[in-house]
């Protein structure tokens, strides 16, 4: 085993790294958030609602020994995205890492679905993700350095029931990832999309016990994801992936081949 030097268990390989995750107070975006702060870097923290979890996450991560702001902001509004990023820099001067994780489900069938819930997906997940990472691209370019993770899902490449908006919203972040990954090579920039399958947070919580079985079956590994578990693939990306850009990494028991 490699003795830590810094922060957690593990060698911080993150150290002197500047990281935002967005919607980081709950479910897979906290997870990343401890795996950016166990790898040493410091976690700039956004949410929208969940004040008390993300300051309970932020002391957490300061126990841990990094540093850590907390930036509330809805990433639809491209206001408050480009104020969250701007943050960011104004306290810490740089932005290595940035994790476009916020997501929201609107699930309904197609025949029903509703404009608003349409737009509300796609604008938190796919606008969101262009508003963040637009405010964070020119100082990037200038460090000539980043590493861009952005949360899709493995509904984004297979489609799903009732989610044509929320798949829209993710293959539209894959697509969205690799022409990122192109234009942003020459600057040290990479860009890749996470797609995780079934994982136990708040969201899934929200899909009937009966059709979570019948979901659970079909999985080659035959149980849902840990948050932390795709929280490990973040880490990996930021850390380890400096000649992986463009791609999709499923993290999802094999449902997604
Ligand atoms: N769970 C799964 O099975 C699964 C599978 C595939 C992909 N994903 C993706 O993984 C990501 C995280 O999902 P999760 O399962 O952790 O969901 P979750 O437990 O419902 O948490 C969602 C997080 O996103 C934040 N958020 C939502 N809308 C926001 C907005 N407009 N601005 C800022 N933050 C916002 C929430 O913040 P507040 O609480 O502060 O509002 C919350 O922290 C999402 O992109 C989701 O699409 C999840």
Same mark, same amino acid.
Not at 42 to 51: C, L, M, P
């Given at each position: 085993?490699?003795?830590?030097?810094?922060?957690?268990?593990?060698?911080?390989?993150?150290?002197?790294?500047?990281? =935002?995750?967005?919607?980081?107070?709950?479910? @897979?975006?906290?997870?990343?958030?401890? *795996?950016?702060? *166990?790898?040493?870097?410091?976690?700039?923290?956004?949410?929208?609602?969940?004040?008390?979890?993300?300051?309970? =996450?932020?002391?957490?991560?300061?126990?841990?020994?990094?540093?850590?702001?907390?930036?509330?902001?809805? !990433?639809?509004?491209?206001?408050?995205?480009?104020?969250?990023?701007?943050?960011?820099?104004?306290?810490?001067?740089?932005?290595? @890492?940035?994790?476009?994780?916020?997501?929201?489900?609107?699930?309904?069938?197609?025949?029903?679905?509703?404009?608003?819930?349409?737009?509300?997906?796609?604008?938190?997940?796919?606008?969101?993700?262009?508003?963040?990472?637009?405010?964070?691209?020119?100082?990037?370019?200038?460090?000539?350095?980043?590493? @861009?993770?952005?949360?899709?899902?493995?509904?984004?490449?297979?489609?799903?029931?009732?989610?044509?908006?929320?798949?829209?919203?993710?293959?539209?972040?894959?697509?969205?990832?690799?022409?990122?990954?192109?234009?942003?090579?020459?600057?040290?920039?990479?860009?890749?999309?996470?797609?995780?399958?079934?994982?136990?947070?708040?969201?899934?919580?929200? !899909?009937?016990?009966?059709?979570?079985?019948?979901?659970? !079956?079909?999985?080659?590994?035959?149980?849902?994801?840990?948050?932390?578990?795709?929280?490990?693939?973040?880490?990996? =990306?930021?850390?380890?992936?400096?000649?992986?850009?463009?791609?999709?990494?499923?993290?999802?028991?094999?449902?997604?081949?």
């Amino acid at each position: 085993m490699i003795e830590g030097n810094g922060n957690g268990s593990r060698w911080a390989n993150l150290k002197g790294k500047v990281a =935002l995750v967005t919607g980081a107070a709950r479910g @897979i975006g906290r997870a990343i958030a401890l *795996e950016l702060a *166990e790898r040493g870097a410091d976690v700039a923290i956004n949410y929208r609602n969940s004040k008390e979890h993300a300051e309970s =996450l932020a002391k957490q991560i300061r126990g841990m020994g990094s540093d850590c702001l907390l930036i509330p902001g809805d !990433v639809s509004n491209k206001e408050d995205a480009h104020h969250v990023v701007e943050t960011v820099l104004d306290s810490w001067k740089r932005l290595d @890492i940035l994790v476009n994780n916020a997501g929201i489900t609107r699930d309904k069938s197609l025949r029903k679905m509703a404009d608003d819930e349409w737009a509300d997906v796609i604008n938190v997940n796919l606008n969101g993700t262009f508003y963040c990472t637009s405010a964070a691209l020119p100082a990037m370019m200038e460090q000539q350095f980043g590493r @861009i993770i952005n949360i899709a899902s493995y509904v984004g490449q297979g489609g799903n029931l009732g989610q044509a908006n929320y798949a829209a919203s993710t293959g539209g972040i894959i697509a969205f990832t690799k022409s990122l990954a192109l234009e942003m090579a020459k600057y040290n920039i990479t860009a890749n999309a996470i797609a995780p399958g079934f994982t136990s947070t708040e969201m899934l919580s929200k !899909v009937p016990t009966k059709i979570l079985e019948q979901i659970r !079956v079909k999985i080659p590994l035959q149980r849902f994801a840990r948050p932390d578990e795709v929280a490990k693939a973040a880490g990996f =990306l930021a850390a380890d992936g400096d000649y992986i850009t463009g791609q999709q990494l499923n993290v999802s028991g094999g449902l997604y081949m």
